[in-house]
């Protein structure tokens, strides 16, 4: 399989504790996004990166989270002392230089407890 | 700000029963309005890209047009398999690459 890939699939942890991410795009896609979905909502944007450098941030993105895409290949999504808030269904995506389009992965679907 | 919403919310047609979702938007210079398919669970899959007013794009019982306002997504004598959320957003020229997404529409199509 040569589409977006992401581990774990689901996540459950504990209020206060830390969790990260992973996330593998399509080979070839040099532009990595992260988005959050909660229940009933469409995805809400939180960062994107081309290559290794983090060009955009939303404001939903508190400093609580972190992002990095080291030698721009897979990329990490961290949450520091979690909160139930958190809770939702996070989203990676990836598209190429030459074309608008992202493509999802399954998502990592995280539980706060 | 950029902004999409979906209606409707939720759409239940019986097999072969054609029908329309609309996508309306305000986005600051539309560089791209896309389509997406969601099953509960998954990822979103992308379907459709639309740039211009007049536009467009079909595939198998899918049909996609975009005016200055709003998009729709037509369903041509849906099947059961149809059933999934269908989510539209915009890209426009005040961020990077971000998508801006609607809540989607519920569809079920019974048999």
Sequence with gaps: DTGVSQDPRHKITKRGQNVTFRCDPISEHNRLYWYRQ?????PEFLTYFQNEAQLEKSRLLSDRF????PKGSFSTLEIQRTEQGDSAMYLCASSSDSFNEQFFG???????? | EDQVTQSPEALRLQEGESSS??????VSGLRGLFWYRQDPGKGPEFLFTLYSAGEEKEKER???T???KESFLHITAPKPEDSATYLCAVRGNTGFQKLVFG?????LVSP
């Design chain 2, 103 to 107: 809540t989607g529409t519920r569809l």
């Design chain 2, 66 to 68: 975009l005016t200055k």
């Design chain 2, 62 to 64: 899918l049909k996609a």
């Design chain 1, 38 to 42: 909660t229940l009933g909502q469409g």
């Design chain 1, 106 to 113: 399954p998502g990592t679907r995280l539980t706060v407890l």
């Design chain 2, 21 to 26: 979702l609309n996508c309306s938007y305000t």
């Design chain 1, 66 to 69: 972190s992002a990095e895409r």
